[in-house]
C-alpha cells in the first residue's frame, strides 16, 4: 500500500518536471475545451455521433485527410514561430498576416515575371523574393518601433490592411490572370515551381519539411545563440539587458526582421504547395492564428510544431464535419477560441504585467 | 511585575502556499514597555504583527489583549481594542493637511459638515504632551520623511490607541531624527503607553527597548531583558551563529588615481540640477563612501557614471582616460564592475535562469562560442564556477533567478560583477534588504576587491555600512557634495548626520577634487 503511494508520488513528480505549470494548464484547457465542444455538437446536431466522428477520426481514415493534416499545419507552425521570435524578444507583432501576404506575392510576382533561369535557380530567388517581402514589410514596424517609438501593435494591424488591401487591388487589375478567368487572381505559376509530395509512398506536401527545419532552427538561434540570449533577455528583463551593454534598438530589428521573413517564406509555401496561384486574400485570419500556436506552445518554437499539427488535425476535421453535417468548419475556430480564452486569461495577464512594468521601469530611467 | 497586554500563545501562520511563517509562537508585551521584536528579513516579525493588528488571521493558537482573547477581521477591531500600528509605507494622503488625514474615518461632524477646529485642538493637545512637533496645517506632501512618521503616530494615538506597533520606524530617519523619535516613545511608555518596535538595527534595540524578543525562522528564540544582554549576544541569536571579524584592510600609500569625477552637473526630468558641480576621485585600494539620505542626488550621479544619464557639464576620468558619457555598452567593455541599487529590476533578471544572469557580461567572450552558437560546455563550467567560489546557495544554475532568496539573488550580482576582477566597482545599496549572513559576506567581498587594488565607490543609505567600509566618505545632500572627510576614529554617526541632512558643509579644500 506504502509503496504504490509513493509510487504515484514519484510518477508524479516527474510528470511535474517535465510539463511544468503553463503546460500543464494548456492541456487542461485543451482538454476543457474538447469537452465543451463536443457538449455545443450534441444540443446544435441531429446526428451528433456522426458529427464526433467525423471531427475526430475521420481525419486519420484516408491518406488524403492525413496529408491535409500536414498541410493545414504547415502555416500555423511556421506563423507560430514567427509569432514566438517577437513574444520571446518582448515585442507584439500583429502583422503577420500582412507579412504572410507579401511574402506570398513577392514570390508569385518573382515566379512570374523573372524569366530565362535554370529551374532551381529560379526557385532559389521565388523563394528570396517571397523572405525578403515579408522581412522588409515588418521591418517598417520594427524600424518605427526602435526608432520613434512607436506602439508595434498599432502599426502592424494598420500594415495588414495595406497589405490585403493594396493586393487585392493589383490583382483586380494589371495583375490579374489574362486568361480571363473570372477569380480574382493572377495566372497559374509554372509547374515545375510548385512544392511536390514528398514521395509516393509519402503523400504529403513538402511544405511540412520547411516548416519543421525553420522550427528546430528558430529554436537553437532563441535558445543557444548569443544573438538569441540577447534577445531573450530583451523579452525577459529590457532594463537589465540595456545595463549589460545590450543594444535594444538592434534585438527590435532582429526580431521584427526574422519573424517577417518566416511569415513571408510562409506565405509563398503556401501558394507553391497547396494553391498554384495568388488568388484575393486566400487564407484570411492566418496571422491571427500563428499568434495562437504560439501562446499555446508558451512562445517554444519546437512545441509550436505540436500546436500546429493539434490545430492541423481539428481544422481537416471540422472540414470534413462539414461535408457530413450540418455543422460548418467555424467549428474549429470555435474551439481555438474556448481555448484560448481560458489560456489567455491567465498567460496575457502575466505578458502584459512584465510589458507595463518595463515601459515604467524604462521611463524611470 | 506589570501585567501583559498582549499575549500571543502558541500562533502559527501557514500560508496557503505551504510557507510556514510563524510555528508556535509566544510573546507577550508587558503595560508601559517598549518592547523591541528583531530577526532578519523573513524571521516572521512582520507576518506576527500582522496577525496582532487583525491584517492576518493566525492558522492556529491564540491572541488575547488586555487579557481577553481576540479574534480581530481587520485592522478597524485591533484598532477598537487600542491597538495602532505605524506601517513602513506611510499610509497617508499627500494631498490633505496634517488633520484631515489624521481624522479621516473619524471625522467629527457639527451637522454635515466636519467640525475641523475641534479636531485641530484635540491633536494639538496630543501632539504637545509627546513632543510630536508637526504643523497641522500643512499638507503632507509639503513635509519631510520624519515629520511624516510623526503624524501617522498622531493618528493612532488620535484613534486612542495604547499599544503601538511600529514597524521598522528608522530605515528611513537620520541619526538626529531617530533620536527625536525615541524621545518621543519614552515620553509614551512614560505616560503608560506600550511599544512594540520592530526593527533589524541591533543598536537601537539595546539603546530604547526594555525588553527585546528574538525571531529566527518563525519562531521565537528568546525573550530578556534588554539590560541583561549585549549587541552581540542578540546578533548571535538572529543570524544563529556567531559573526566572523571583519577582514583586515590592507594598507596602501600612494596609489594612483583610478577615478576621477571633475564639476559634475546631472539633471532629470523633473528638475535641473539633481546633481551639483560634484568633484572627487578615487585611488586604487581605496572605498570612497557616498553617505546620504535618499533622493539627495545619488541615484542621478550613479546614473551618470554609469551611462544611463547624459552628463550636463563636467568630466569623468577612468584610469586617465576620459570616459564622460560612453555608452552602456562601451563603459562594459571597461575594467568597470556595477552593483546596482535595485536587483530586482536591473541588477538580475528574476525570469532567466541563474545561469543566464551570470554570465552576462563574459557571453561575448570569444571562449564561449561553439561555431555560430553558444560553447554549452564553457557556459556551465563557468557559471558553476561562480555559484562555488561565491557560496551561491541554489541546486542548479539551470532554476530561475527568481527561485532563491534576496540574499542569494545579490550575492549572484556580486559573484558576476566581482568575478573578473575590474579595476573600479560601482556598489549602490549593496546589501539592501538581505539578511546579516550575506551582509558579512558581500562586505567581506568588497574589502577583498580593495585590498587587491580596486577603487570602490560606494553609495549607500545605511550609515554603519559607509562607516564599515569606506575609506574616506562623501556627504550628499542636495545634489552636492557638501564634504568629503576621512573616515577615522574621529567621525561620529552624529556628525555624519549633521552634513547629509544640510545642517553643516566643508569649507571648499583643494583635496575634495
Known amino acids: ?365 | 511585575m506589570s501585567e501583559n497586554v498582549i499575549e500571543m500563545q502558541n500562533v502559527y501562520k501557514i500560508y496557503p502556499n505551504g510557507t510556514v511563517a510563524n510555528k508556535g509562537i509566544n510573546f507577550s508585551v508587558r503595560a508601559g514597555e517598549i518592547h523591541a521584536l528583531v530577526g532578519e528579513n523573513g524571521a516572521g516579525k512582520s507576518t506576527l504583527m500582522k496577525m496582532l493588528f487583525g491584517l492576518e488571521r493566525p492558522t492556529g493558537g491564540s491572541i488575547k489583549v488586555n487579557g481577553r482573547e481576540v479574534r480581530f477581521k481587520s485592522p478597524k477591531d485591533a484598532m477598537a481594542a487600542g491597538l495602532g500600528m505605524v506601517h513602513q509605507e506611510f499610509m497617508l494622503v499627500p494631498s490633505f493637511t496634517v488633520v484631515e488625514n489624521v481624522a479621516l474615518g473619524n471625522e467629527l461632524v457639527k451637522g454635515i459638515i466636519c467640525d475641523r477646529k475641534t479636531e485641530r485642538k484635540k491633536m494639538q493637545k496630543i501632539a504637545e504632551e509627546f513632543g510630536l512637533e508637526i504643523d497641522l496645517n500643512s499638507r503632507i506632501y509639503q513635509l519631510p520623511i520624519g515629520v511624516k512618521q510623526r503624524v501617522e503616530i498622531l493618528k493612532t494615538l488620535y484613534n486612542g490607541a495604547k499599544t503601538i506597533i511600529l514597524d521598522e520606524p528608522t530605515a528611513v530617519l537620520t541619526p538626529q531624527e531617530t533620536e527625536e523619535l525615541f524621545q518621543s516613545l519614552r515620553m509614551l511608555v512614560a505616560k503608560g503607553y506600550t511599544i512594540i518596535l520592530i526593527t533589524h538595527k541591533i543598536q537601537e534595540v539595546v539603546s530604547v527597548s526594555d525588553r527585546v524578543t528574538v525571531l529566527r525562522d518563525g519562531a521565537v528564540i528568546r525573550t530578556m531583558d534588554t539590560r541583561d544582554t549585549t549587541q552581540e549576544e542578540i546578533s548571535t541569536l538572529m543570524v544563529g551563529r556567531k559573526l566572523s571579524p571583519p577582514i583586515a584592510r590592507k594598507q596602501f600609500s600612494d596609489m594612483e588615481t583610478v577615478f576621477a569625477v571633475k564639476g559634475l552637473n546631472v539633471s532629470n526630468r523633473r528638475k535641473a540640477g539633481a546633481v551639483k558641480d560634484v568633484s572627487f576621485s578615487i585611488r586604487a585600494g581605496e572605498v570612497f563612501g557616498i553617505a546620504g539620505v535618499d533622493g539627495n542626488g545619488q541615484t542621478e550621479l550613479i546614473a551618470a557614471l554609469t551611462g544611463f544619464a547624459p552628463v550636463n557639464s563636467g568630466e569623468v576620468y577612468f584610469q586617465g582616460r576620459k570616459i564622460t558619457n560612453m555608452t552602456i555598452a562601451d563603459l562594459r567593455d571597461l575594467s568597470i564592475g556595477y552593483i546596482p541599487e535595485d536587483r530586482n529590476t536591473m541588477g538580475a533578471s528574476l525570469d532567466s535562469s541563474i545561469g543566464e544572469n551570470l554570465v552576462l557580461n563574459v557571453l561575448k567572450r570569444k571562449s564561449f562560442s561553439w561555431g555560430p552558437l553558444i560553447d554549452q560546455k564553457a557556459f556551465s563550467a563557468y557559471s558553476d564556477k561562480l555559484i562555488r567560489n561565491f557560496e551561491i546557495k541554489t541546486d542548479s544554475r539551470k532554476l530561475p533567478m527568481r527561485s532563491m532568496s534576496g540574499g542569494n539573488v545579490q550575492k549572484a550580482v556580486v559573484a558576476r560583477e566581482l568575478s573578473e576582477d575590474p579595476k573600479l566597482i560601482i556598489a549602490c545599496q549593496p546589501t539592501r534588504g538581505v539578511d546579516i549572513a550575506s551582509i558579512e559576506y558581500i562586505h567581506n567581498k568588497i574589502i577583498e576587491q580593495r585590498n587587491a587594488g580596486a577603487a570602490v565607490l560606494l553609495v549607500s543609505t545605511e550609515l554603519t555600512e559607509i562607516l564599515a567600509l569606506s575609506d574616506r566618505i562623501g556627504m550628499m545632500y542636495n545634489g552636492e557634495l557638501v564634504a568629503v572627510v576621512n573616515n577615522d576614529e574621529a567621525l561620529t554617526e552624529n556628525e555624519i548626520g549633521l552634513y547629509i541632512l544640510g545642517l553643516k558643509r566643508q569649507e571648499r579644500s583643494d583635496d575634495l577634487a
Open chain 1, 1 to 365: 500500500m506504502k509503496k504504490t503511494v509513493s509510487m504515484r508520488s514519484k510518477i508524479w513528480a516527474v510528470l511535474k518536471k517535465v510539463f511544468n505549470d503553463d503546460l500543464l494548464s494548456v492541456l487542461f484547457a485543451v482538454v476543457f475545451s474538447l469537452i465543451i465542444g463536443c457538449g455545443l455538437i450534441f444540443i446544435i446536431s441531429d446526428e451528433p455521433w456522426r458529427a464526433i466522428e467525423s471531427l475526430f477520426v475521420l481525419p486519420f481514415k484516408t491518406s488524403y485527410q492525413v496529408s491535409n493534416i500536414f498541410s493545414k499545419a504547415t502555416p500555423l507552425i511556421l506563423l507560430g514561430v514567427s509569432a514566438s521570435v517577437t513574444f520571446q524578444s518582448g515585442y507584439f507583432n500583429m502583422g503577420a498576416q500582412g507579412q504572410f501576404y507579401v511574402g506570398a506575392f513577392a514570390g508569385t510576382m518573382a515566379a512570374i515575371y523573372v524569366t530565362g533561369l535554370p529551374v532551381w535557380l529560379h526557385i532559389a530567388i521565388v523563394y528570396l523574393a517571397a523572405v525578403a517581402g515579408g522581412m522588409l514589410y515588418a521591418l517598417i514596424a520594427g524600424v518605427l518601433r526602435a526608432y520613434l517609438n512607436t506602439n508595434e501593435v498599432v502599426v502592424t494591424l494598420m500594415l495588414n490592411y495595406i497589405a490585403t488591401n493594396l493586393i487585392a487591388g493589383l490583382l483586380s487589375g494589371w495583375l490579374r490572370d489574362p486568361s480571363g478567368s473570372t477569380a480574382v487572381r493572377t495566372q497559374y505559376l509554372d509547374e515545375s515551381l510548385l512544392l511536390s509530395d514528398i514521395s509516393a509512398a509519402i503523400p504529403i506536401n513538402k511544405g511540412i519539411l520547411i516548416a519543421l527545419a525553420v522550427a528546430a532552427a528558430v529554436y537553437f538561434f532563441m535558445f543557444k545563440s548569443k544573438s538569441g540570449y540577447r534577445q531573450r533577455l530583451v523579452g525577459k528583463n529590457m532594463l537589465f539587458a540595456r545595463y549589460g551593454g545590450i543594444n535594444i534598438n538592434r534585438t527590435i530589428l532582429i526580431s521584427f526582421g526574422l519573424a517577417g521573413a518566416i511569415a513571408g517564406l510562409s506565405g509563398a509555401v503556401e501558394i507553391l504547395g497547396v494553391h498554384g496561384t495568388y488568388f484575393n486574400d486566400f487564407a484570411s485570419a492566418i496571422g491571427g492564428d500563428g499568434l495562437i500556436m504560439s501562446l499555446l506552445a508558451g512562445f517554444n518554437p519546437l512545441l509550436v510544431v505540436i500546436s500546429g499539427l493539434f490545430f492541423g488535425y481539428l481544422k481537416t476535421g471540422a472540414q470534413i464535419m462539414q461535408q457530413n453535417t450540418a455543422i460548418t468548419r467555424d467549428f474549429a475556430a470555435l474551439i481555438q477560441t474556448i481555448i484560448i480564452m481560458l489560456i489567455s486569461s491567465r498567460m496575457l495577464a502575466a505578458y502584459f504585467n512584465k510589458r507595463r512594468l518595463n515601459k515604467e521601469v524604462k521611463e524611470l530611467v
